[in-house]
């Protein structure tokens, strides 16, 4: 598994989450990385993303003010923290590295998911 995404897990709505994704992959910290989700019945949707360098940030509207991506490439991680979590967020979230360095649709490696379940 090239991306490894975990932090998920149960939580009251209003709650908190932080996501971790890390990856051994040499040019992970020279391109973007977004976090995308999938709940049940649904089709995957994009949550946020990060340029390389971190200095550069994207949101789904549904989760702007709540969400914070970040990353901290010493480490080859990026992280998603999720604050006042409603139980509309449910779902399993996935982590993705893009091609470019900038923001853009080219996601091209993936991890394998983690799941958020937000009770009410």
């Known amino acids: 598994v090239q991306l490894q995404a975990s932090g998920g897990g149960l939580v009251q709505a209003g709650g908190s989450l932080r996501l971790s994704c890390a990856s051994s992959?040499?040019?992970?910290?020279?391109?973007?990385v977004g976090w995308f989700r999938q709940a049940p019945g649904k089709e995957r949707e994009f949550v946020a993303a990060?340029?390389?360098?971190?200095?550069?940030?994207n949101y789904a509207d549904s989760v702007k003010g709540r969400f914070t991506i970040s990353r901290d490439n010493s480490k080859n991680t990026v992280s998603l923290q999720m604050n006042n979590l409603k139980p509309e967020d449910t779902a399993v979230y996935y982590c993705?590295?893009?091609?470019?360095?900038?923001?853009?649709?080219?996601?091209?490696?993936w991890g394998q998911g983690t799941l958020v379940t937000v009770s009410s």
């Open positions: 993705a590295q893009s091609i470019t360095a900038s923001i853009s649709a080219n996601y091209r490696y």
């Open positions: 990060i340029n390389w360098r971190g200095d550069s940030t």
């Open positions: 992959r040499r040019t992970f910290t020279n391109n973007a």
